[in-house]
Nanobody
């Protein structure tokens, strides 16, 4: 199983980015895929997850409707659309997958992880 995260970059506050997580060895329609992030000196933080049957979970405290997770089964890819980016969104963003249908906010519940993509938001 491989998860390839991409789409990060350096943007200004208020800009948008779309992160991609391309999966191989699993089918995103039959796995839960989540996004986590880790800022320097901080613990890894849950961002969003999408389950088999479309159940969504968001870290509402931090993303508050600015981020949207969705998937394209034909491309076997899960996306994280991020809008109204803030400097506090700066982090390395990771995608992860688990075979259980229900999304989870707990990183230890995920079996496979991508390598991460850096998102830097300047003020």
């Amino acid at each position: 199983v491989q998860l390839q995260a991409s789409g990060g970059g350096l943007v200004q506050a208020g800009d948008s980015l779309r992160l991609s997580c391309v999966a191989s060895g699993i089918t995103v329609n039959r796995n839960t895929v989540g996004w986590f992030r880790q800022a320097p000196g901080k613990e890894r933080e849950f961002v969003a997850a999408l389950g088999w049957v479309g159940e969504l979970q968001y870290n509402t405290d931090s993303v508050k409707g600015r981020f949207t997770i969705y998937r394209d089964g034909a491309k076997n890819t899960v996306y994280l659309q991020m809008t109204s980016l803030k400097p506090e969104d700066t982090a390395v963003y990771y995608c992860a997958s688990r075979r259980i249908w229900r999304p989870s906010r707990i990183s230890d519940d995920y079996e496979y992880w991508g390598q991460g993509t850096q998102v830097t938001v300047s003020s």
